[in-house]
């Protein structure tokens, strides 16, 4: 069972999110013009600094600190969802399958 995420403010959490089955979902131009989309939408809904962003073929990674820390779990949740609903859409899929993600801090 895993332990228990305990959030505090003023901290930096190592975030990563993979794409299902290691497909390299963002070699695609769409994918990742898309997903930067979202990434300004979820800025303007939350307040949070990003100090380190990283985008690979297949997975992404950056450091996030959150004005509030128990809105770190919102946050995520809400970019995967959003982009992995609208870019499932766009190509013809369906459902929130895509994107998994993990929160270290």
Do not use: C
């Not at 299902?20 to 300004?40: G, T």
Request: proline share 2%; no cysteine; glycine share 8%.
């Amino acid at each position: 069972m895993r332990q228990k995420r305990i959030l505090a403010q003023g901290v930096w959490y190592e975030v990563w999110m993979a794409v299902n089955n290691r497909e390299p979902l963002f070699r695609l131009w769409r994918a990742k013009a898309l997903f930067f989309r979202v990434f300004l939408e979820v800025k303007g809904r939350f307040a949070f600094e990003i100090r380190w962003f990283r985008l690979e073929e297949a997975r992404l990674s950056f450091f996030i600190r959150p004005d509030d820390g128990f809105q770190l779990l919102r946050i995520i949740q809400w970019l995967k969802q959003t982009f992995a609903v609208r870019f499932n859409v766009r190509e013809g899929g369906l459902g929130t399958s895509g994107v998994i993600g993990s929160i270290h801090g």
